[in-house]
């Protein structure tokens, strides 16, 4: 989970894990993470590639239109919409 939502600290990883039915504490989590030497959200989510971006949001992306701005890193959305071939 780690891995693949940068962005997710302890507590968040703890929480999905929780709505699976798995009740680990955000210690545990974190020595986990620490043992297999990934490091902390706010590290893991300075390092997200665009790669990674889209990999990770492929599924929501797939039906998107939408440009990148690789200077600023800015995503702008277009052409949105739940029923593509309705009119």
Not at 21 to 27: A, E, I, M, P
Not at 68 to 82: K, N, S
């Given at each position: ?7 997710w ?19 545990t ?7 297999r ?17 889209i990999a990770a ?6 039906g ?22 309705e009119?």
């Amino acid at each position: 989970m780690a891995q693949e939502n940068n962005g997710w600290g302890y507590d968040r990883i703890a929480g999905a894990l929780a709505n699976l039915g798995h009740q680990v504490s955000d210690q545990t989590i974190g020595n986990i993470l620490k043992r297999r030497r990934i490091a902390p959200a706010p590290k893991r989510s300075r390092s997200t590639s665009w790669k990674h971006f889209i990999a990770a949001n492929r599924g929501v992306l797939a039906g998107t239109d939408f440009f990148l701005h690789l200077e600023t890193r800015r995503v702008t959305l277009a052409g949105i919409t739940q029923h593509p071939t309705e009119t």
